[in-house]
């Protein structure tokens, strides 16, 4: 059982690795990306350089990783409904790599593109739900889900309330969702308690 925790907890640590290097080598690469005020979807953006590149590696590649994760970090915790949901967010952050038209946002690859992301994104909010109030598990699992939970809440609300921009609340919220995942990982490599 260890071992594999190990193995689950590398790909989850490997989603997040990968998807840092695809974004700051990438971004670099685009002398038109604004890593302060443009959305990461740009980087995969019809028209964009490198942007097959960005897609398949950023995006696919990472999203079949997220899912991988998911799907066996539910299995290790006992629980298929959390396994469906956060394999669901992998695809649906997969499926990001249907490229936007920066554009046109009216045409059916962009709407898709954005369905995808809520989709996923929504998956991974009603996994951190399902996390956050199984008792079974030991607090440290619940209570980061619900920190994590919380921390999107805010950047959705500072949004709202002016205090940022939507590109910085896009930061944020793909900050807390890989910080989630490596935290999560690095307590699979650890052998972290699961169970209270």
């Known amino acids: 059982m260890k071992d594999k925790n190990k193995i689950v907890g590398s790909i989850g640590l490997c989603s997040v690795l990968l998807f840092a290097f695809a974004l700051i080598t990438f971004g670099n690469l685009n002398p038109g990306f604004d890593f302060m005020n443009d959305y990461i979807s740009k980087l995969g953006a019809k028209g964009e350089p490198n942007a097959l590149c960005f897609n398949i590696i950023g995006f696919i590649t990472v999203g079949l990783l997220l899912s991988t994760f998911g799907l066996s970090y539910g299995k290790i915790l006992k629980d298929k409904i959390l396994s469906i949901l956060l394999a669901l967010f992998g695809l649906g952050f997969a499926f990001t790599a249907i490229p936007a038209n ?3 946002s009216t045409t059916s690859v962009s709407k898709a593109h954005t369905v995808a992301i809520c989709l996923g994104l929504a998956c991974w909010l009603f996994s951190l739900s399902r996390l956050g109030s199984n008792q079974k598990l030991k607090f440290s699992i619940r209570n980061r889900a619900n920190i994590t939970a919380v921390l ?3 950047s959705m ?3 709202v309330l002016g205090f940022w ?3 910085i609340t896009h930061r944020l919220v793909f900050g ?6 490596a935290i999560s990982s690095v307590g699979l490599l650890i052998n972290e308690k699961i169970q209270k």
């Not at 807390?176 to 995942?181: E, R």
Request: aromatic letters at 16%.
């Open 176 to 181: 807390i969702v890989f910080g989630w995942t």
């Open 165 to 167: 921009t939507i590109p």
């Open 152 to 154: 999107i809440v805010i």
């Open 102 to 104: 920066l554009e046109m």
């Open 157 to 159: 609300i500072g949004f």
